[in-house]
């Protein structure tokens, strides 16, 4: 099972590239508590709350193309799961496709995790169209339910 979405975003390549591969970029968008270095091996850390933190290996870098990464420290249940970031040129901006994939067949909190992406992609979008995206534990988060308690990574079901 997967998780996928695409979004148009009115802004470059570059900017968009950035905003998935950097700190300043990730802090923006998706939690405050976030270390990324854009390079094939390396760890990017986020943390949620006082309780929880996620790790994903960067496995693939294609500069203003395609993100993927794996799994390093996640819940149980996103052991098997891959995170990849496709970029395309579109009219007045980008297309971005997120997928997040290998969940199990059974995976009962598939719905909640998917409101909860497109959340944050619409964070994203919000940070490269505006200057100002709505991260883990910022007001508008907490309004969407982003950031409800300490049990989960981007929200619990």
Known sequence: ?????????????????DAITTTAGLS????????AEPRVGAVN?????????LAFRIDRLDPTRHVSWSPVDVPPDWKETRLTFDIDPAD????????QDG???????LGAFNY???????SLKLLLETGTG????????????????????????
């Open 1 to 17: 099972m997967q998780i996928v979405h695409s979004v148009k975003i009115a802004t470059t390549p570059d900017r968009l590239y």
């Open 92 to 99: 007045a901006g980008v297309e971005l496709v997120f997928r």
């Open 45 to 53: 850390e986020f943390q949620f709350g006082r309780s929880m933190r």
């Open 134 to 157: 709505e991260p883990y534990g910022s007001a508008p988060s907490r309004a969407a339910g982003t950031t409800p308690t300490e049990t989960g990574p981007v929200g619990s079901a």
């Open 28 to 35: 923006g968008w998706w939690t405050p508590r976030a270390t």
């Open 116 to 122: 909860l992406w497109a959340q944050y992609l619409r």
């Open 103 to 109: 969940f199990a067949p059974d995976y009962h909190n």
